[in-house]
């Protein structure tokens, strides 16, 4: 969440174009950098809006995490989204400019305060953000009629939310779990529990993640927690205290979003917590399976990343074409072959397969099966009392 240093940016791209892996999504990532840090000339050719149909429909502005649309690296652009335009014309601006929720709506909290265009018409927040952007009204209601897909489509595990319970306010787009990483030729005792990363041959080469409610509801799982239940303020702090005093020892090199993945691509990190589906993108780029995801013994937490729309969306209707599109089963079977993390789609399943990687249909991190659906909790919703003095706490620890 903070900038890089220049030179070692400059050491680390060289590093990627001598090892042939230079493509320009590695670029942004390398950076640091979002699209809209970068001029309106270089959206159009850096950001997935100049594929296939005319635009004789409309545009969409699509603001979404890295990692998460299906991507092909010969030809450095996003499959699915090209099919979409090319159906309907209508032009697709995408934009992998979210590496963290609270910093990403930070640049946009102005304009979602006053009603104003984000430069957005549909972001891909986590719920536990959304939650917030709800209460405070900052975003316009979907018309369901519009979302046959959805409406036939999504899963129950994703179906209602507390403070949505009829998803008018926000259409999940993606699940996953946030567990463990290790590197597997670094670290090859690996590990299986957080307090196996306070291990002192693990010093400085340990991550943490900006978001708070991910990296305290691992600790709070393995002190034995019901994350999902009715805990406070002590539990909070006591595991606030736990990344507090490895933060300070300087057992943890980085707390950061979504750029995490590169300090495990520098080899800056052996071990930390991550999101799944990263993972599984990180070992296929690399050709092999240099790291290892690992749900906890003792529990994982679950995430849901929602379609939403700020209130001031200039293409109402696209919008929901696009997200209807992505609710078809075969898409969203697409979608999950690349990013591996739980598609909110039901037919998925049975679309994977009968497509190219059917192995995948029964890879538990997609698809959960029973049994690791019961090592996985969803962190109950904070109230905004909660969630101001409990980032503000979390902020104090990062030093920021």
């Avoid at 991507?71 to 090209?82: I, K, Q």
């Avoid at 296929?284 to 240099?290: M, T, W």
């Amino acid at each position: 969440m903070h900038g890089q240093p220049i030179d070692p940016v400059v050491e680390a791209m060289v590093g990627r174009i001598r090892a042939a892996r230079m493509n320009r999504r590695q670029l942004f990532r390398g950076l640091g950098i979002g699209a809209a840090a970068l001029g309106a000339s270089s959206l159009a050719a850096c950001a997935g809006s100049s594929g296939p149909g005319d635009g004789s429909g409309g545009t969409v502005r699509w603001a979404n995490w890295t990692y998460y649309l299906d991507y092909d690296e010969e030809t450095g652009d996003w499959p699915s989204l090209n099919d979409f335009m090319e159906q309907t014309n209508i032009r697709v601006e995408y934009f992998e400019d979210i590496d963290d929720n609270k910093t990403f709506i930070a640049k946009i909290k102005d304009q979602l305060k006053l009603g104003q265009d984000t430069g957005y018409d549909v972001i891909v927040p986590s719920d536990t953000t959304t939650v917030r952007l709800v209460e405070q009204q900052q975003l316009r209601q979907f018309d369901r009629s519009l979302l046959p897909n959805v409406e036939s489509q999504m899963i129950d595990m994703v179906k209602n939310a507390s403070f949505d319970p009829d998803r008018v306010w926000s259409i999940p787009y993606q699940a996953g779990m946030t567990g463990l990483v290790y590197n597997t030729q670094l670290y090859p005792k690996g590990v299986r529990e957080v307090s196996d990363l306070w291990d002192p041959a693990l010093k400085g080469k340990v991550n943490l993640l900006t978001e708070q409610d991910d990296t305290l509801a691992l600790i709070m799982l393995e002190q034995g927690v019901d994350i999902e239940g009715d805990w406070g303020d002590d539990e909070f702090y006591a595991a606030l205290a736990v990344a507090e005093q490895h933060i300070t020892s300087g057992q943890v090199a980085t707390v950061k979003g979504n750029s995490y993945t590169q300090d495990l691509e520098q080899e800056n990190v052996w071990a930390g917590m991550a999101w799944s589906g990263d993972i599984a993108i990180l070992n296929e780029e690399a050709g092999e399976e240099i790291w290892k995801f690992v749900v906890p013994e003792s529990g994982a937490s679950v995430f849901v990343d929602s379609f939403s729309m700020p209130k001031a969306v200039e293409a109402f209707d696209q919008v929901h074409e696009l997200i209807d599109y992505y609710y078809e089963p075969e898409v969203a079977a697409q979608v999950a072959a690349y990013v591996q993390y739980v598609t909110p789609v039901a037919g998925a399943r049975e679309a994977m397969a009968q497509s190219d990687t059917p192995e995948l249909a029964e890879n538990p991190l997609i698809f959960p099966d029973e049994e690791m659906s019961k090592r996985i909790s969803d962190m109950r919703s904070l109230t905004a009392q909660e969630d101001n003095r409990y980032t503000q706490a979390y902020q104090k620890i990062l030093g920021v």
